[in-house]
């Protein structure tokens, strides 16, 4: 069931990075590559990393609903209501890709894999943070949770509008409130 499921995952990954740009719409192109994404998370998660399948499916979420706010608020058609072409340059882009794929399919075939050497670690995500981070994984984590606390506080301090500053939330003297 694993290998159907991935397989499953590694066609819809392959499917919705076409088509980015294939849709004639930034708004459907976004939504494309944020499912690509959640694919290859669903891979990672499939191959027992689930700190890193979790992170890139929450980070892409993040990043394409960011993306897709500034699209609304820039792009002249973001809804896709005039068509438009998302590749531009299509002969070099076509020559690069092609040329890509081929080195990287020749690398496969004919770069000598190593031998495998001893069995997978029984918690691949720690052992993956502790060969990036060592000794200092402890530190990374209370730094992350900082920079996040961070990230908020400079949202809500940003915002210049406050609770009452909407007509309907604001109290009245039948409340309790000030008038």
């Given amino acids: 069931m694993q290998t159907i499921v991935s397989w499953i995952l590694a066609v819809g990954a392959v499917g919705f990075g076409v088509a980015v740009f294939v849709v004639d719409s930034m708004a459907r192109a976004t939504f494309a590559l944020l499912a690509s994404f959640l694919c290859v998370g669903g891979e990672l998660l499939l191959l027992d990393l689930d700190y890193l399948g979790v992170l890139i499916v929450l980070m892409m979420i993040m990043e394409m609903l960011i ?25 070099g882009a076509l020559a690069i890709s092609i ?6 399919a020749a690398g496969v075939f004919l770069v000598r894999w190593p031998d495998r050497r001893g069995m997978p670690p029984p918690d691949p995500t720690f052992s993956l943070g502790e060969a990036i981070m060592e000794s200092k994984m402890l530190v990374m984590m209370v730094i992350g949770i900082a920079i996040l606390a961070t990230m908020i506080s400079a949202v809500v301090l940003a915002t210049d509008r406050g609770r009452y500053d909407r007509p309907s939330a604001a109290p009245t003297e039948r409340d309790g409130g000030a008038p």
């Fill in 67 to 91: 993306m897709a706010v500034f699209m609304i608020m820039y792009m002249m058609n973001p809804g896709g209501l005039m068509p438009m072409v998302m590749v531009h340059n299509q002969r």
């Fill in 99 to 104: 040329a890509t794929f081929a080195a990287m």
